[in-house]
């Protein structure tokens, strides 16, 4: 072609033509062959050609951050990203978004999820791109990628960052977080001295990439895979291994297919495929942040999580994978095991195969695609399960009329039928105050209580996890029950009740506990219980009715006034659509 054909091209006015790449979503200055003209001379300021500018564009994220180590592997997954967006015709195109790293991010990271979410959707549509490639993996990073990518409605393809590498104290192989937990509560007990401590701390984390055990970040990887949003392998691989790195070069190539094909997100992000993921949750004893996070993703296309037939679908899906915390390895193990397709291929029964994923076959396709499996003794046969229902369970009960969730497959088989005294804390601050005073009012069998950590009350941080009280650890105990409105860690464990809905921020029944009521925990009929009466609960309510929490401004003021309970996915109301798709999953 000619530069005067090319030119020619650059000034052409018609409004159907040239719809994709460099054309997209052109400023509209009332001449649309102006817009395209200026758009191109900007660009061609960083050197490139016309023949560059025809090539299908696709997107990158760039979260990177100095903040983020869980992320310090970008600029290697970009350069690979890019290298097989080049090799497919297409034209790489990275832009920097919000990067949140869970132990960075103040109040909470939960609290910054949605405005990612929303910096991610704005910048898909705001520049022209006919794909991205989403490059996530710290705990809220690949949810807010697929919540604005899903409303933002462009073929995408999400490449996970990868996990750590565990690391080795006095030949003990450790990783974080569950090891991080682990050690600090010996450390509190005084099993180990400040010296020992300090010296773990050093191996816990041993590369970048983010936690090696099934926490949030592992589960969310997972539930990319099987939602169909990754290459197939793409949860698995270390953030530092060149499995990873040819990962990413796979993800480059597949984005500019996907392009050309036009095979937009809201054909993978299906009903069945959200199902899929739901009993990937189950099956791999995830965090239980991945409800929050799928209701979230689930809710941006339409769709409503029913928590009860959640519920249901968990009774006849065991845990199959044997990580920490639900059980004893890491996700490099996982890996070596074959990963994802080891475990769907165990999961075949139970899953939708004929579910479509980005690479434009089914997953059922992909499955049989990844091969025979071998033998390996991380993931285990539905006849040999780690545990044998899903790893969360739902409740319900006076104390959380709107639902309450516990991860059994990380608790106390002798706590999960309990009854006990509430031992109860006002907040977090309360709770900081308090829980290491020797003259803290409480023994072995108490529940712990902790209100106002909800979506409203706290911006819903991973304070669930409450600590054992100083004195107990010190004697020796290693869980007890507790209770709240917020969150925990996928890294953590115990016999812990959490997402207690409403809120007690907004005047649910968590709010009226009272030091000394009595509650009474049943996971087989899952069911939580405050074992006082209606009319005495009412009592309480109409003596100190909740005034909710508000802001004077800022990002402050848009997350309380619009933030949605974790039924609804922790999401902002105005980000859903209007008209709902329909209910999942569908288990009768």
């Not at 009332?30 to 300021?45: Q, V, Y």
């Not at 191996?203 to 589960?219: E, K, P, Y």
């Amino acid at each position: 072609m000619s530069s005067s054909d090319d030119a020619r091209k650059s000034h052409d006015t018609n409004p159907a033509a040239n719809q994709d790449g460099m054309a997209k979503g052109l400023t509209n200055y009332g001449d649309r062959g102006f817009s395209l003209f200026l758009r191109k001379a900007f660009i061609k300021g960083a050197g490139y050609t016309d023949k560059a500018l025809d090539r299908p564009v696709i997107g990158i994220t760039n979260t990177g951050s100095a903040y983020n180590p869980c992320h310090g592997n970008a600029p290697q997954l970009i350069e690979a990203v890019k290298r097989g967006v080049l090799m497919a015709g297409g034209l790489p195109m990275d832009f920097p978004t919000m990067s949140i790293h869970e132990s960075f991010a103040q109040p909470t990271s939960m609290y910054l999820r949605n405005l990612m979410s929303m910096d991610t959707e704005e910048l898909l549509r705001g520049q022209p791109m006919d794909a991205v490639v989403l490059i996530g993996g710290c705990d809220k990073t690949v949810p807010a990628q697929l919540m604005g990518a899903a409303s933002a409605g462009l073929p995408a393809v999400q490449l996970i960052t990868g996990s750590m590498l565990t690391g080795s104290h006095r030949g003990e192989r450790v990783g974080a977080c569950t090891d991080c937990r682990r050690y600090w509560g010996k450390f509190r007990a005084e099993e180990i001295d400040a010296e020992e401590v300090a010296e773990v701390n050093n191996q816990l984390v041993a590369s970048v990439g983010t936690c090696s055990v099934m926490g949030t970040a592992s589960t969310m990887a997972c539930i990319a895979e099987a939602l169909g949003m990754t290459v197939p392998g793409g949860a698995s691989p270390p953030a530092v291994t060149a499995d990873r790195i040819r990962v990413a070069e796979e993800s480059g190539t597949l984005a500019v297919e996907i392009a050309r094909k036009r095979l937009t997100i809201d054909k993978i992000l299906t009903a069945k495929a959200f199902e899929n993921a739901m009993r990937v949750l189950l099956a791999i004893g995830g965090s239980t942040n991945g409800i929050v996070h799928l209701t979230a993703i689930a809710g941006r296309l339409g769709f409503e999580i029913d928590l009860k037939a959640l519920d249901r679908m968990g009774r006849d899906t065991p845990v199959l994978l044997d990580l920490k915390p639900s059980g004893d390895h890491y996700m490099e193990d996982f890996h070596h095991a074959g990963g994802m397709a080891t475990l769907l291929r165990e999961l075949k029964p139970l899953l939708h195969l004929d579910a479509l994923t980005v690479t434009g076959r089914t997953l059922g396709e992909e499955i049989e695609a990844a091969g025979p499996g071998f033998k390996q003794d991380v993931v285990r046969s539905m006849s040999n399960p780690i545990y044998p229902q899903g790893g969360i369970a739902v409740l319900q009960g006076n104390l959380a009329p709107g639902g309450a969730i516990i991860k059994q497959s990380a608790a106390n088989p002798k706590l999960m039928e309990h009854e006990g005294r509430a031992v109860v804390f006002e907040n977090a601050e309360d709770l900081a105050l308090r829980i290491d005073s020797p003259h803290l009012d409480v023994n072995p069998e108490d529940i712990l209580v902790l209100k106002h950590i909800g979506p409203k009350g706290a911006a819903m941080p991973e304070a669930g996890y409450m600590p054992i009280p100083k004195k107990l650890a010190m004697a020796g105990v290693k869980d007890m029950v507790r209770i709240s409105d917020g969150r925990m860690s996928g890294t953590a464990f115990g016999t812990i009740v959490l997402h207690v809905m409403p809120e007690s921020a907004i005047g649910g029944p968590l709010a009226y506990v009272q030091n000394g009521d009595r509650i009474r925990l049943s996971v087989a009929n899952r069911e939580i219980t405050l074992l006082v009466s209606d009319q005495e609960l009412a009592r309480r309510m109409a003596a100190a009715p909740v005034q909710e929490p508000v802001a004077e401004r800022g990002y402050k003021k848009l997350f309380l006034q619009s933030v949605t309970q974790a039924d609804k996915g922790v999401d902002f109301d105005f980000l859903m659509p209007p008209l709902t798709a329909g209910t999942i999953p569908k288990i009768k």
